[in-house]
């Protein structure tokens, strides 16, 4: 149980393009889903919490204009990138709140997005 | 504002070896702590979740605990194999940040044969 997809799992695209990457909850609903980005060397940096139906929460120094989400279900949550450069090369990471009784609202991660922008 | 510390940064140790991976953060009003395992280019693995009222948690050769008053956590491994190998991290959530985690920078163990 407790599983989170994300789509794709890499992808390469030219300078100005945009990309958008999916996050799924497979087993559970997500009322509150959470985009990290990671670089090379480098921990986990929560970039924004997004919450089905409302609009999401960006942390200090994220553009939202740059970096979309919308929440429109219980079990998917999408991020795009938009105006991509090679500076947004990262490893992109959602992960999903499962809020059960039993599991404490633990977030549950998905695999990663590999995001190289040329 | 919360800072979470990982200690080492790197560690590599030979097989069956017993080690120890350090987190310390510096606000002691968390929620709970969470170790998480990351292999090269993937996301994580929930290994351990500790809340704020226990002590400690074991899955298998893990034993994970906390000191949240010293703001101090271990991760204690037993008889390491070299599918351990990968980068160890520790997370935090505040009492009041809703479901926000705070990580560390992790420690980056090898194992060798």
Redesign the interface.
């Known amino acids: 149980g407790a599983v989170v997809s ?1 789509h794709p799992s890499w992808v390469i695209c030219k300078s100005g393009t945009s990309v958008k990457i999916e996050c799924r909850s497979l087993d559970f609903q997500a009322t ?1 889903m ?1 985009w990290y980005r990671q670089f090379p060397k ?5 970039m924004a ?1 997004s919450n089905e139906g409302s609009k999401a929460t960006y942390e200090q120094g994220v553009e939202k204009d740059k970096f979309l989400i919308n929440h429109a279900s219980l079990t998917l949550s999408t991020l795009t990138v938009t105006s991509a450069h090679p500076e947004d090369s990262s ?1 992109y ?1 959602c ?1 999903a ?1 499962d809020t059960s009784v039993h599991t ?9 997005t ?1 995001l190289t922008v040329l | 504002k919360q800072e979470v510390t990982q200690i080492p940064a790197a560690l590599s140790v030979p097989e069956g070896e017993n080690l120890v991976l350090n987190c310390s953060f510096t606000d002691s009003a968390i929620y709970n702590l969470q170790w998480f395992r990351q292999d090269p280019g993937k996301g994580l693995t929930s290994l351990l979740l500790i809340q704020s009222s226990q002590r400690e948690q074991t899955s298998g050769r893990l034993n994970a605990s906390l000191d949240k008053s010293s703001g101090r956590s271990t991760l204690y491994i037993a008889a390491s194999q070299p599918g351990d190998s990968a980068t160890y991290l520790c997370a935090v959530r505040q009492e009041t940040s809703g479901s926000r985690l705070t990580f560390g920078e992790g420690t980056q163990l090898t194992v060798n044969p």
């Open positions: 994300q509150t959470f480098q921990s986990l940096m929560l919490t490893f990471i992960s709140r404490y609202n633990e977030q549950f991660f998905g695999p990663g590999r």
